[in-house]
């Protein structure tokens, strides 16, 4: 599964953004979610939403962030708001499945200034 994702950029404090990312195929993908890297320190998971719509979220983005999925369209997006310093990182596409296989997308830089 290839994906691609679009949206990131520079914002300050406050401000709002939206990721967008787009699968060849979610033919047998179990969940879609997003990650993200900080500078100097590990990737670590935003929020992630399954088939049936089930979503799930860090504690440092709930209320704040909303992912949804369209399925017809093959893409997942990730509306930000609300948008902190800390919220800087790289942000990831994931698609889980099918089985137990994992792909990724190549990244889009999210900075938010103070």
């Known amino acids: 599964v290839q994906l691609v994702e679009s949206g990131g950029g520079l914002v300050q404090a406050g401000g709002s953004l939206r990721l967008s990312c787009a699968a060849s195929s979610i033919f047998r993908i179990n969940a879609m979610g997003w990650y993200r890297q900080p500078p100097g320190k590990q990737r670590e998971l935003v929020a992630q939403i399954t088939r049936t719509g089930s979503t799930n979220y860090a504690d440092s983005v709930r209320g704040r962030f909303t992912i949804s999925r369209d399925n017809t369209k093959n893409t997942v997006d990730l509306q930000m708001n609300n948008l902190k310093p800390e919220d800087t990182a790289v942000y990831y596409c994931?698609?889980?499945?099918?089985?137990?296989?994992?792909?990724w997308g190549q990244g889009t830089q999210v900075i938010v200034s103070s």
């Open positions: 994931n698609a889980q499945g099918p089985g137990t296989s994992a792909s």
